[in-house]
């Protein structure tokens, strides 16, 4: 089971960027796929999660807004819209796979990790 995250990139300030996470497999038992963050120095903090079935979402109050999650089952990919970045934004993005029933904030309930994506947000 692989989840390859892609599309960061350096983007201006007040900028969009599309993040997509796809997963190889999806083992019976995942309910939730989450985003993530972490900038050097900083402990990684949830950014926004949503439900394979259902698509419920919870985003972090610093991204409620802005960014916007969606989910192609097809496809098992999970698509991150973000909008009207900010500098603080940038960090390295990470998707994850976790089989609580609803969407945690807690990256100790997320089981299986992508690489990452980089997000730079500068002018």
């Known amino acids: 089971v692989q989840l390859q995250a892609c599309g960061g990139g350096l983007v201006q300030p007040w900028g969009s960027l599309r993040l997509s996470c796809a997963a190889s497999g999806r083992p019976f038992g995942w309910y939730v796929m989450g985003w993530f963050r972490q900038s050097p120095g900083k402990e990684r903090e949830f950014v926004a999660g949503?439900?394979?079935?259902?698509?419920?979402?919870v985003y972090a109050d610093s991204v409620k807004g802005r960014f916007t999650l969606s989910i192609d089952n097809a496809e098992n990919t999970v698509y991150l819209q973000m909008n009207s970045l900010k500098p603080e934004d940038t960090a390295v993005y990470l998707c994850a796979a976790g089989s609580r029933s609803a969407v945690s904030t807690n990256v100790n309930d997320y089981h299986y990790w992508g690489q990452g994506t980089m997000v730079t947000v500068s002018s």
């Open positions: 949503i439900r394979w079935i259902g698509a419920s979402t």
